[in-house]
Every structure is written in structure tokens, then in C-alpha cells.
């Protein structure tokens, strides 16, 4: 299958169904491995409305973006644009769904899956001790043939209580702002060869291969 554009803006990569690559990205840049800055998935939930209920299918994927002792300011749209999230299912199945160039939404903590507005400043501070709670919505057309948003996440069988069994899922974020951190963490040297982008695996089963 081709990739192509997404209604609401990013690609779907379609060409990736199936494919079995490693969950984590090959790294494209110094300290992708560090822990700060860092990306953390917390939570993620598929939605579908009843027969009476309005609304469509929703599969949205929760993280939180943690600083060290110092602080990080971000652009806002965060990150806009520069997010990847691929789901991959297990056993050696591949991509159940893949997309790029979608952007992460900066959520109010107290009230769940409620926007927070821009600051004056146009920037998000993300201060030492706080996070940062980010919502990405994986877009239905990022869906492999087979899968919907609903049952993306099944394991196999579904009864399961291995890990091993359930799908993996990886989630990229890309900032000038991430690369400014680390070469300020690092004294500036080489600033060039630094990542500018954080990934959160769910599980990987093997960590010498990451």
C-alpha cells in the first residue's frame, strides 16, 4: 500500500502495514536515550460511541514530557507537525498502524482531554518536578486493512496476561527546543550531533537491540 494525506493533516504510512521493523527508531542524533529531557507514555484508550451516542471512533494515546533540574520552553503549536506514532501488533505481526507529521495537543491534567490555551507568551514551560501532559490522536486512516481503531490494541489471544502477547506502541517527538536542552545539558559542544526528538516505547522486549 502507498502512504498518503490524512484529512486532518500528517501522512498515513501505509506502505509500513505488516512491516516487522524494531519498535524503536533507529536514533538520529546524540542522547535520544538520555532521561532528560523525556517523553513518557502513561495511558492510552480507544473510544466508540454507542448507537445512540454522537461522535466517531477515537484511539488517543496519553504521555507526559518531564525536564531535569532545568527548565524547557517549547513553541506552541507543540511540536506541530513532528510527531510519529506507530502501533505495531505481536508475534512478529508488524504495523497494525502508522502515521507522521501529526501534531501533539497540550491537555489540562485536571480535566481530561481538555485543550489548554496557548499562553500569552506563545511558549509552553515545562518546569523542573512538573510535566507536561500532551493527548495524540491516531487518525483512522493510519489504520492498516484488517484493524479499526477499536481493536488495534487487542492482544493475541486476548486472554492473556503476557506482555510478549500485546501490541508495542512508539511514539516520536520532534523539537528545536529538545536539541537546545541537551547542548545546553552538554556545555554547547557539538550541539549539531544532538537528537532533537524524544521516543516513548511501550515495552521492548529487548533493550540491547535498541
Known sequence: MRDGPLPGGGTAQLSKCSVDDWPRPAPR??????KDPQLVLTSWDAYGPGPKSPGTPRFTVHAALRTGERP????????????TLDLYGPHGEGHRASARALTATVVDGSYPGKPV??????SFRVAPGKELLLDVDLPAGAVCPGHNLL????CSPQDTNDAADCPVLTLTLADPAIRAYRAETTGGSAAGSLSDRLVAVSLEPDTSQA
Do not use: N, T
Open 29 to 34: 542524533g546524540k542522547g535520544e536515550r538520555s
Open 72 to 83: 524547557m520552553v517549547l513553541d506552541a503549536p507543540l511540536a506541530q507537525g513532528r510527531v
Open 117 to 122: 490555551e496557548i499562553p500569552a507568551s506563545g
Open 151 to 154: 481493536d488495534i490494541i487487542k
